[in-house]
């Protein structure tokens, strides 16, 4: 039954590729050879990102990966979160095994998480941990909404805007504790270091941290 459901389903819905859109020949996979052959992975040493020991990342925020993140973020594409955190566990295994107690993320405001309807790092952590057989729980909240990132016309201006955004929901249970946080994408790591900040200051143990992505260093 589950077998003849699924070949209905591949034929109403053909299986694609979700960097690329190809047709696959089978919905077992999420991504097609030619994409699995130039994916922009990271290379070298990891940017350095303060108040954590490391920062691991499967790809650079280019191309079709580019693209993809942003359909997870803003066109609903939560069904893409599994396979970004099959790909950031590669990568955490490698270079972060022994290092974390739990898992846990870089909340976006419980506005923007009410008119997207999830919050895409929660969606990334809950996966990652699925993925490497860990506790993932929340341990931050944001308390202000901040104006975009993106937006921000320098490094200085976007440490400022992220600035006492983020609170330590329940500073008991981050006591002491080695926490590897999640975020979509890292770009100067102010908002991470800003939460990492936080999590140090509610009396967490190291910290390590990873994301989907990271712009090149320029
Ligand atoms: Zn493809």
């Not at 979700?18 to 130039?38: F, I, N, V």
Request: glycine share 8%.
């Amino acid at each position: 039954m589950r077998v003849l459901l699924r070949w209905l389903l591949d034929l109403l819905y053909p299986p694609k590729c979700m960097l690329c859109h190809r047709l696959l020949e089978s919905s077992d996979q999420m991504t097609c050879g030619r994409c699995d052959g130039a994916l922009p992975e990271q290379e070298g040493a990891g940017r350095t990102v303060q108040f954590f020991e490391a920062f691991v990342t499967p790809f650079y925020y280019e191309g079709y990966i580019k693209d993809a993140i942003r359909r997870l973020k803003f066109r609903g594409m939560q069904t893409y979160a599994p396979q970004f955190a099959r790909w950031m566990a590669a990568r955490v295994r490698k270079e972060l095994e022994g290092k974390y107690d739990l898992i846990s993320w870089v909340p976006c405001s419980g506005r923007r998480k009410w008119t997207r309807g999830y919050d895409q790092s929660e969606l990334l952590a809950r996966a990652l941990a699925k993925e490497l057989g860990a506790d993932c729980v929340p341990t931050l909240k944001k308390i202000r909404h901040t104006k975009k990132q993106s937006k921000m016309p320098s490094a200085g201006a976007r440490k400022a805007n992220v600035l006492g955004a983020y609170k330590a929901i329940d500073p008991k249970s981050v006591f002491g504790k080695r926490i590897l946080l999640v975020d979509d994408v890292l770009t100067t790591g102010a908002t991470m270091s800003e939460c990492g900040k936080t999590l140090q200051l509610a009396g967490s143990g190291a910290l390590v941290c990873t994301a989907a992505a990271t712009r090149r260093k320029t």
